[in-house]
């Protein structure tokens, strides 16, 4: 399956923004899908996913609240809704999944994901 995000932007403290994360090659369903952020310097960060079948979501304590991700079967699709952004969230961004669900106290670990996005840029400032 290949993936592409896109979404990203430049926006100021408290706007919002919407990353989409389209699959082609596979439908879609049968993956668990997560959303990565990574800024120079700094491991990838897990920040959201959400599993196939039942459709649980997990999220990073800091964007809870904020962010909520979401899947559209008939569009292949799963999206990654971000409110109230910050300086801090600023990073690369990356769609990430794998072939069935996997344990969600591993979710968080970019090393279990077999197919990756390009990323997108987010960048909040003033």
């Known amino acids: 399956v290949q993936l592409e995000e896109s979404g990203g932007g430049l926006v100021q403290p408290g706007d919002s923004l919407r990353l989409s994360c389209t699959a082609s090659?596979?439908?879609?369903?049968?993956?668990?899908v997560a959303w990565f952020r990574q800024v120079p310097g700094k491991e990838r960060e897990g920040i959201s996913c959400i599993m196939p079948n039942d459709g649980r979501k997990e999220y990073l304590p800091s964007v809870k609240g904020r962010f909520t991700i979401s899947r559209d079967n008939a569009k292949n699709a799963v999206y990654l809704q971000m409110n109230s952004l910050q300086p801090e969230d600023t990073a690369v961004y990356y769609c990430?999944?794998?072939?069935?669900?996997?344990?969600?106290?591993?979710?968080?670990?970019?090393?279990?994901?077999?197919?990756w996005g390009q990323g997108t840029q987010v960048t909040v400032s003033q």
């Open positions: 090659g596979d439908t879609f369903d049968s993956y668990h």
């Open positions: 990430a999944a794998v072939w069935q669900a996997i344990d969600l106290d591993i979710w968080r670990n970019p090393r279990w994901y077999d197919y």
